[in-house]
Nanobody
Framework: QVQLVESGGRYVQPGDSLRLSCVAS????????MGWFRQGPGKEREFVAT????????YYADSVKGRFTISRDNAKNTVYLQMNSLKPEDTAVYYC?????????????????WGQGTQVTVSS
């Protein structure tokens, strides 16, 4: 299992930007696909974005496409989620995950590791 720790979540206003970070320990992330998921109040955990091990392929949920960007720095064992034009409906706990491929369902149900989550609240 890959140990993951997210950071960067906080309270922001609609339209603001925020960057989340996910640092791995115990294993290098270079051989894993990585992803971000979120869980809003009273909702199921949902896919946000995934990125291939090389960073060459990225995938996004329709709800965040064009606003969020996932990236990775394998040398730093870190994955990022840049979030722009934030909306109240983006309010959620954001989780980082490691997976064996970029398929969101496989990463969600058979992950190689999960973080504990970081809270993002978007409100005026």
């Amino acid at each position: 299992q890959v140990q993951l720790v997210e950071s960067g979540g906080r309270y922001v206003q609609p339209g603001d930007s925020l960057r989340l970070s996910c640092v791995a320990s115990g294993r290098t992330i270079s051989s894993y696909a990585m992803g971000w998921f979120r869980q809003g109040p009273g909702k199921e955990r949902e896919f946000v974005a995934t990125i291939s091990w090389s960073g060459g392929n990225t995938y996004y949920a329709d709800s965040v496409k064009g606003r969020f960007t996932i990236s990775r720095d394998n040398a730093k064992n870190t994955v990022y989620l840049q979030m722009n034009s934030l909306k109240p409906e983006d309010t959620a706990v954001y989780y980082c995950a490691a997976g064996h491929n970029t398929n969101p369902l496989e990463m969600l149900y058979t992950p190689a590791g999960w973080g504990q989550g970081t809270q993002v609240t978007v409100s005026s």
